[in-house]
């Protein structure tokens, strides 16, 4: 979608390995969200944010850090990646303080930890 | 615990017919509903919503109803079309606090 953006679109990484994601958005939108994709879970909230600096967890945020130090930019990361952390990652953003305007999604990162 | 559900893991329809997808929700706090559509290797697009104060709102071939009483809502699709086959989500937030939480999910098949 036009003005979210993230990188990469597919990684290969291995169990213990450190990995960033990063999520990047054109219009200064405040609140970010990493979500995740596994099959038979839909999409489940890990970390999300209000504002620079200010982030808080989801539902499963355990083994996962975020850091928002620009309004454009959201940054997940793995610690040391392990299998179970194999996964579609979805940055998204809220353009809209309407509850009924939803999220922007951007088109994913595919993660996988061998 | 699960908030919200959506119990058909995947539905098949004739192309033409209606498509019936349902949600179900336990927290009684949820002020808004909306549903996503995804196609594979792509990001969920929104595709429509509805707020608790509504019992129905309809753009184009898609409706979404809401029993509150029940804790139902769901999507209609009429007429299908084989481009409406994707996964489609459930989601649904709180006033005070927007994070919305999905269900898994039910992949729609329209055949032709």
């Known amino acids: 979608d036009a003005g979210i953006t993230q990188s990469p679109r597919h990684k290969v990484t291995e169990t213990g390995t450190p990995v960033t994601l990063r999520c990047h958005q054109t219009e200064n939108h405040r609140y970010m969200y990493w979500y995740r994709q596994d099959p038979g879970h839909g999409l489940r909230l890990i970390h999300y944010s209000y504002g620079v600096k200010d982030t808080d967890k989801g539902e499963v945020s355990d083994g996962y850090s975020v850091s928002r130090s620009k309004t454009e930019d959201f940054l997940l990361t793995l610690e040391s990646a392990t299998s179970s952390q194999t996964s579609v990652y979805f940055c998204?953003?809220?353009?809209?303080?309407?509850?009924?305007?939803?999220?922007?999604f951007g088109s994913g990162t595919r993660l996988t930890v061998v | 615990d699960q908030q919200v559900k959506q119990n058909s893991p995947s539905l098949s329809v004739q192309e033409g017919r209606i498509s019936i997808l349902n949600c179900d929700y336990t927290n009684s706090m949820f002020d808004y509903f909306l549903w996503y559509k995804k196609y594979p290797a792509e990001g969920p697009t929104f595709l429509i919503s509805?707020?608790?104060?509504?019992d129905k709102n309809e753009d184009g071939r898609f409706t979404v109803f809401l029993n509150k009483s029940a804790k139902h809502l769901s999507l209609h699709i009429v007429p299908s079309q084989p481009g409406d086959s994707a996964v489609y989500f459930c989601a649904a937030s709180e006033a005070s606090n927007y994070k919305l939480t999905f269900g898994k999910g039910t992949l729609l098949t329209v055949n032709p």
């Open positions: 998204a953003i809220r353009k809209s303080d309407r509850g009924n305007d939803g999220y922007t």
């Open positions: 509805i707020s608790s104060i509504k």
